[in-house]
């Protein structure tokens, strides 16, 4: 069976189900949701086949940071309502840099308690925190989705907007950092870490701002663009992407960059180019964001699937350690999965009410965030897609007494069961 008709037909199903989902404003499945059902069933379908078509369907790191998640997140900053979202930036930052930090570190705490505890499997403090760091990243594109059929207050549509872009790029670059760290648990590390992280951030703006507003320069005193539009969209698309790889090469976060650029791009590229170029644009920029968040989603069902399908999950490494209460199907520990759910959910909370009842006590106007929206803000912290990419690219081992311990394939399961739990649930 060929991958390519495989993908494609479930690309053709999901364009279809999803039309029927936006007429009549169905709010009980989402298209992520969607997504991960459809993907799921695929896979099963596949390994009962025992075919190979399976082999496309991993979600390779390289893949998805450098081809699926850059439409995403440039759409993302592209599309912002500006005025509305610099308007609540202070809750968004609060919530997506320090909110994340708590949670990491909420996360990492906990597991390595528990771990110290004989709970759940061993794990040192570095592969503790990076577990945390890379499951802060939050990813309610579900939520939104629903939010904008129900038509939920605009400030905390937008505070939800916010966080979920900025958080990924925080936890990415939070999982960097963690990751250049061996040394023992101190707290001149941490802050180094954090130090890390801020800079990380700091340096992604410049290098957006520097290379979008040479390109905008471009648009700016070449008007003659605007007679090929074939010319002009080539070129926007090309200063977006310098933008995400001149951040990479430079050690800082693309995805920050790239954010950031699609906010400036829409300030000032867009309203410089041809009436036919703006139309091309944005529906063009919309579609790939769409295809994009499918195929990722799609993936993760797959993923999943195969693990639940097998002892074996698609040609990850087992761990070498195993805890004996556990349950060895797929490198699955119950106990893990457990604590690790706690952990996220004691790690939002200490994340939302206290960020938030601060940022409503500093605000000057009428937009807070009362009591019932930082619940729903809580319940709705989804672990997504950037999640699965960290982990599928985890390669922390333990060396115990000359013994290499691997846990990847612990973190990919249980990151797996996560995802899939927050979209459904």
Known sequence: M???????????????????????????????????????????????????????????????????????????????????????????????????????????LTLYFASSCGWIPSIDWVEAFLFGALLSAVDPVATLAVFQKLNVPPVLFNVVFGESVLNDAVAIALYKAL????????????????CQTFGILVGSICVSMLVTLLGSAIFVHIPALRAYPAYEILLCVCVSWTTYFAAECCAFSGIVALFFSGILTSHYHYHVMSPVSQLVVHHTLETASFVSETLVYVFVGVATALVLCSNTATSLPLSNHHHPSDSEGGGISWSFLGWTT????????????????????????????????????????????????????????????????????????????????TTWV
């Open 342 to 421: 706690l952990s996220l959910f004691v790690g939002r909370a200490l994340n939302v009410f206290p960020l938030l009842s601060v940022t409503n006590y500093l605000r000057c106007n009428q937009d807070t965030l009362t009591v019932p929206m930082m619940v729903v803000m809580w319940l709705t912290g989804l672990r997504g897609a950037v999640a699965v990419a960290l982990v599928t690219d985890w390669s922390y081992v333990q060396h115990q007494d000359d013994v290499i311990i691997d846990h990847k394939q612990l973190m990919v399961t249980t990151t797996l069961f996560l995802v899939i739990g």
């Open 2 to 108: 060929d991958s390519s008709l495989v993908l494609l037909g479930l690309l053709i199903l999901l364009v279809l189900v999803s039309l029927g989902l936006d007429s009549y404003r169905c709010t009980l499945l989402s298209k992520s949701g969607l997504a991960l059902l459809v993907g799921g069933i695929a896979g099963v379908v596949l390994a009962a086949l025992h075919t190979d078509a399976t082999a496309p369907f991993q979600l390779h790191h390289s893949i998805f940071f450098d081809v699926l998640l850059p439409p995403i997140i440039y759409e993302a900053g592209f599309s912002v309502e500006r005025t509305t979202f610099f308007r609540n930036f202070g809750a968004v930052l609060a919530t997506a840099i320090w909110g994340t930090l708590i949670s990491a570190c909420a996360t990492g």
């Open 179 to 194: 990751s250049l760290t061996t040394s023992g648990m101190t707290f001149p590390v941490l802050a180094l870490v954090v």
